[in-house]
């Protein structure tokens, strides 16, 4: 994780002490800083309020949670080969589509589910181009106990979140089943016509203009 340091060798032996007790802290807060960015998201989602009362309000806290996703790689993974075949307007409106249902649809189940759960953090470990955060989510109301793990990696010097695993099945993963079914049936225009459709209705349920 730490990339090696190349001492000259008058270097080495004044500070070998130093080093030894420092490089375990460091190692520590490297692997804290993605389940801080975790619990951060979450605590964000949860300031939010549903119906929308305050639209500034709402559209700053929204603006901070969002901060911390990478919906936009998460939906092209989704859509896979798909993504290439969609034309550039097509795209932009199918990420466009895609960020709002997260505003209107993701984050008002998210604020209602955590309004009434534990949640800990067993560890954190490295995997692929960043860390892997476990989390177990518990809530009584609902008998449930889950684990849900977060993906975290670094971009433009930020951590973002860019794949969410709810009992070992991706997000991507099952938003790419949904995707592939809708186009399937009725091509990519009609994927866009779900998405607004879903979109306007979860507007009028949560207050949104």
């Known amino acids: 994780m730490l990339k090696k340091l190349n001492f000259f060798c008058y270097f080495l032996i004044p500070f070998a002490a130093f080093?030894?007790?420092?490089?375990?802290?460091?190692l520590h807060a490297e692997e804290m800083a993605p389940q801080a960015a975790v619990e951060t998201f979450l605590k964000t989602i949860r300031s939010l309020e549903f119906p929308i009362k305050d639209q500034a309000r709402h559209a700053g806290v929204v603006s901070q949670a969002n901060a911390f996703l990478d919906l936009d790689a998460m939906g092209q993974k989704a859509l896979?080969?798909?993504?290439?075949?969609?034309?550039?307007?097509?795209q932009k409106e199918f990420l466009q589509h895609l960020w709002k249902l997260i505003e209107y649809m993701a984050y008002p189940r998210s604020v209602k589910f955590m309004a009434d759960y534990e949640i800990t953090y067993p560890k954190v470990e490295p995997a692929g181009n960043g860390f892997q955060v476990h989390s177990i989510i518990k809530q009584k109301a609902e008998g449930l106990d889950?684990?849900?793990d977060y993906h975290v990696y670094a971009k433009d010097s930020q951590l973002k979140i860019d794949d969410i695993i709810l009992d070992e099945v991706s997000i991507i993963e099952d938003l790419k089943g949904q995707f592939d079914r809708i186009i399937k049936d009725s091509q990519f225009t009609g994927l866009l016509a779900k998405m607004r459709?879903?979109?306007?209705?979860a507007k009028k349920e949560n207050g949104g203009v």
Do not use: I, T
């Not at 459709?197 to 209705?201: A, G, N």
């Open 19 to 26: 080093l030894f007790l420092f490089v375990p802290r460091l």
């Open 80 to 90: 896979g080969a798909h993504w290439q075949e969609a034309s550039p307007e097509e």
């Open 146 to 148: 889950a684990g849900v």
């Open 197 to 201: 459709e879903r979109l306007d209705q």
